[in-house]
């Protein structure tokens, strides 16, 4: 699916690095897709603060929420989650893809 990247979500950054490299570990069975080409930098005075991405997520933590548009930061995206595959995503949270293909 072209214009997303998709990030499995994690409790903490403790769950995320209990994990091997390959290992999905403890995940929250939520998936974030991010809308690509839509990075902003946040500003204070002229001095950039954070990155952020639009994106498509989990409303609750419960596994395979219902989604909804938000917007997310690189540090909450390198904090709390790892990047996979798109064939990973549509196992995980099918209700993530209904929303995108617009079942």
């Known amino acids: 699916m072209k214009g997303y990247k998709f990030y499995l979500e994690y409790p903490s950054n403790k769950d995320k690095r209990k994990g091997k490299i390959?290992?999905?570990?403890?995940?929250?069975?939520?998936?974030?897709?991010?809308?690509?080409?839509?990075?902003?930098?946040?500003?204070?005075?002229?001095?950039?603060?954070?990155?952020?991405?639009?994106?498509?997520?989990?409303?609750?933590n419960n596994p395979n929420s219902e989604?909804?548009?938000?917007?997310?930061?690189?540090?909450?995206?390198?904090?709390?989650?790892?990047?996979?595959?798109?064939?990973i995503a549509r196992m995980i949270h099918p209700a993530l893809f209904r929303r995108l293909d617009g079942e």
């Open 22 to 60: 390959n290992d999905l570990g403890n995940h929250s069975g939520n998936v974030c897709a991010i809308i690509l080409d839509t990075r902003r930098y946040g500003q204070v005075m002229g001095h950039p603060i954070e990155i952020t991405y639009d994106a498509i997520s989990g409303l609750t």
């Open 67 to 87: 989604v909804c548009s938000s917007e997310v930061s690189q540090s909450w995206l390198s904090g709390r989650c790892k990047d996979i595959q798109e064939r």
